[in-house]
């Protein structure tokens, strides 16, 4: 069985419209000879005249006239899958997103971003999840609809990126700790006992390669999975603990923070996404409300 040309379609929707072939072809843009050889394709294809001889005109077959309402509704139906998605109205979008995150980002961005999207869509909700790790496949099979974190080797190169702000680690200790009074000196920092953050439990990290290269060492007391869990513990005793400063500010509130006096890059905290969701209007706004309340 052959293939229908649906290009058809609206050469029919034309002339059921026009009811000339001239016409018709000047709204199509075709040589009224081209029009002429669509119309026979379209006599030969439905089995029937469509459009006879009246006169000087032409006029409609019972079976065009039946055609016609089909027809401007199927080409009207076919446009509109074809046309860019258009915005949604946010007042009635009922939907629920799924954002993983690392620890401390929804304790110090989440209220901003859920207050954000409930006052423009109040039918949408969030679902935050953990990020024990930087594997994206949750973002390929849909489960989640966005993340946020460094980006790392981890994480699939066809997955879209943008960046939501740079950070940088600082070091934090309770009110009132020796620390913070008087000036910060590297021996000074690593003289102290510490706390480190690590989702896979490891104790030594980037700090520990800037302290070695000064021929410093640090005592680590004890290895926590997350920065909240930090900064409770240094809160609560004499331990020191680093963590970045953009991501941790509504966590640290009341606690003392320093520069680190180490050679430390910063970095980038991301928003990363599927390439499947880069034209839904939806979630380029759901991105858009993200990037907003980190850059505020």
Do not use: Y
Not at 152 to 176: C, N
Not at 258 to 285: G, I, K, N, Q, Y
């Amino acid at each position: 069985m052959s293939s229908a040309d649906f290009n058809l379609l609206i050469t029919l929707d034309v002339l059921l419209a026009e009811g000339s072939v001239a016409r018709a072809a000047k709204r199509l843009r075709l040589s009224p000879s081209a029009m002429s050889r669509a119309l026979a394709r379209l006599r030969e294809t439905t089995g029937d005249p469509l459009l006879v001889r009246a006169g000087r005109g032409l006029v409609p077959t019972p079976r065009a006239l039946e055609l016609r309402e089909r027809v401007s509704q199927l080409v009207q139906e076919v446009e509109a899958v074809l046309r860019p998605a258009e915005q949604p109205d946010l007042a009635q979008l009922v939907r629920t997103f799924t954002l993983r995150t690392s620890e401390g980002f929804v304790e110090n961005f989440g209220a901003r971003l859920i207050a954000r999207i409930a006052g423009q869509a109040p039918g949408v909700r969030l679902r935050f999840v953990h990020k024990p790790d930087k594997d994206s496949t949750s973002l390929r099979d849909g489960t989640v609809d966005l993340e946020t974190g460094v980006v790392g080797k981890g994480a699939g190169p066809e997955l879209r990126t943008q960046g939501l702000f740079r950070d940088r680690l600082i070091g934090v200790v309770r009110s009132g700790h020796p620390l913070s009074q008087g000036p910060m000196s590297a021996a000074r920092f690593a003289a102290g006992s510490h706390i480190s953050v690590s989702r896979r439990g490891l104790d030594k990290g980037p700090i520990d390669d800037a302290l070695e290269l000064l021929g410093l060492e640090r005592q680590v007391a004890t290895i926590v999975a997350g920065f909240s869990t930090a900064l409770s513990l240094a809160r609560a005793s004499d331990l020191i603990v680093s963590v970045p400063e953009r991501h941790t500010a509504d966590l640290r509130q009341g606690m003392h923070s320093f520069e680190l006096p180490l050679s430390l890059p910063s970095f980038t905290v991301a928003m990363l996404w599927h390439p499947r969701m880069d034209a839904d209007p939806v979630h380029r706004w759901l991105r858009e409300c993200l990037r907003v309340v980190c850059s505020e």
